[in-house]
């Protein structure tokens, strides 16, 4: 049976990983993210401060919740959970985990979790500073070669030394990929929106999806997303199947 290669931990930042595509692929083809800028990542090394962690009653799944400086990203436990209750709110952790989406929400499956000192996050932070800077470099080089109307062979042979052929790849893929933008505060609002929906509606067993959604003006799809990233960060809880309360 063939062996799937274990993936590269790349550098990233919380915002790079919110801002990318998640695509799911067959067979011993790893699962990826693909950013705007062309990078394809299915596994991935972090820094940040813990501000947030999660652990449900009969302990089979447990998340910690980081902050980098650039946005917060959720590390998800499933039954083992002994190495995350080492870390508290507060502590500065290195991360490194498999991408993973959920509901269109992205998170990392957790391997490896390390204390880490400000020293080593700062040191972090510029690394990947640098790295950023020189593959917006070869991002536009590739751009210009496939502009100019080059083959992907002709461009792979161009950049041989500088890119492997699976970067190459994704280059040429996130060009044709439309991202979108994320609407911060439109997300924001909607958020609001239910929170204040569920405050309303509760009176004192919790609110029912469809009452929310009565409520809510959204689409069914925002909707689901929304409740589930309240309930994911702990904002929400279900007291009972089909019921939602504010924490």
Known sequence: MPQQERQTAKLTTAEELHSGRYFEKEGFT??????????????????????????NDDETYASITIDDGTDTV??????????????????????IGKVREYQGQIYLNAEILE????????????RH???????????????????AG???????????????EDEVDALLQSFG???????????????QDVIEAVEEIDEGDGADYSEIAEEVDAD???????INSLLSEGTF???????????
């Open 150 to 164: 080059k083959d992907q062979d002709e461009i792979e042979k161009e950049m041989a030394g500088k890119l492997k």
């Open 220 to 226: 069914e799809d925002q909707l689901e997303d929304t």
């Open 177 to 191: 990929e439309d991202f979108g933008n994320i609407d911060t505060e439109a997300k924001d609002n909607l958020e």
């Open 30 to 55: 790893p699962n990826y993210l693909l950013t705007p800028g062309g990078r394809k990542i299915s596994r991935t090394r972090l820094v940040g401060t813990v501000v947030d962690s999660f652990i």
């Open 237 to 247: 809880y279900e007291p009972q199947p089909g019921k939602i309360k504010k924490l």
């Open 74 to 95: 959720q590390l998800k436990f499933f039954n083992e959970l002994d190495q995350m209750r080492e870390f508290e709110i507060g502590d500065i952790i290195e991360a």
């Open 129 to 147: 500073r640098k790295q950023a800077e020189e593959w917006k470099s070869i991002h536009e080089t590739v751009k210009q070669m496939k502009e």
């Open 115 to 126: 204390n880490c000192s400000v020293e080593k996050e700062l040191l972090h932070q510029l």
